[in-house]
């Protein structure tokens, strides 16, 4: 089955860049989405199909895809974007839904 | 505006079964394919099982299948997830997701609460 690794956690310090990884064989022939998760919350999607922001979603969140890893990146870190962050993407070849492990993101 | 309001969690022994529905409104459900996604508690989130919009295809995750079942009414926007033969592994927080196509290639855009399944003797 197809496996999406992030790393455990990720720091930042406020007004800095946060740079988020998920990492997958030939993740870039994927679809790849990120969601956003507080405590005691439900997620809440940030990018869609690897760099697409809903609305509602600032434009400090932006995302990118090749290779064998996708990006998660979050400009201009504020208090409030601390929170766990999840990528999806769907495998073809089971046909199933596929969640990375998550990153906390701490801002110090 | 989307809402989802998942019901039916609880606390079920090893063993038993427990119907979990999700309630949708704001939005024509028979147009989209639904999800269940767990999350146990401490740990992320794992996907449990897809309906297409006309309940005509269903995808479960390995961990579920044979023991649990989508299924939707269109007539009543609720889509609801049988779980039978439950062990302590199942108990986590259930989300109802909607997908953002009728398909199964696409992601979430919006979440439910999510209802509480404990399974513990």
């Known amino acids: 089955s197809y496996v999406l690794t992030q790393p455990p956690s990720v720091s930042v310090a406020p007004g800095k860049t946060a740079s988020i990884t998920c990492g997958g064989n030939?993740?870039?022939?994927?679809?790849v989405h990120w969601y956003q998760q507080k405590p005691g919350q439900a997620p809440v999607l940030v990018i869609y199909?690897?760099?697409d922001r809903p609305s509602g979603i600032p434009e400090r969140f932006s995302g990118s895809n090749s290779g064998n890893t996708a990006t998660l990146t979050i400009s201009r870190v504020e208090a409030g974007d601390e929170a766990d962050y999840y990528c999806?993407?769907?495998?073809?070849?089971?046909?199933?839904?596929?969640f990375g492990g998550g990153t906390k993101l701490t801002v110090l | 505006q989307v809402q989802l309001v998942e019901s039916g969690g609880g606390v079920v022994q090893p063993g038993g079964s427990l119907r979990l529905s999700c309630a949708a409104s704001?939005?024509?459900?028979?147009?989209?394919?639904m999800h269940w996604v767990r999350q146990a508690p401490g740990k992320g989130l794992e996907w449990v099982a897809f309906i297409q919009y006309d309940g005509n295809n269903k995808y479960y995750a390995d961990s579920v299948k044979g023991r649990f079942t989508i299924s939707r009414d269109n007539s009543k926007n609720t889509l609801y997830l049988q779980m039978n033969s439950l062990r302590a592994e199942d108990t986590a927080v259930y989300y109802c997701?909607?997908?953002?196509?009728?398909?199964?290639?696409?992601?979430?855009?919006?979440w439910g609460q999510g209802t509480l399944v404990t399974v513990s003797s």
């Open positions: 030939n993740i870039g022939s994927k679809s």
């Open positions: 704001g939005f024509t459900f028979s147009n989209y394919g």
């Open positions: 999806q993407v769907w495998d073809s070849s089971s046909d199933h839904q596929v």
């Open positions: 199909y690897d760099s």
């Open positions: 997701a909607k997908g953002a196509t009728m398909t199964t290639v696409t992601c979430f855009d919006y």
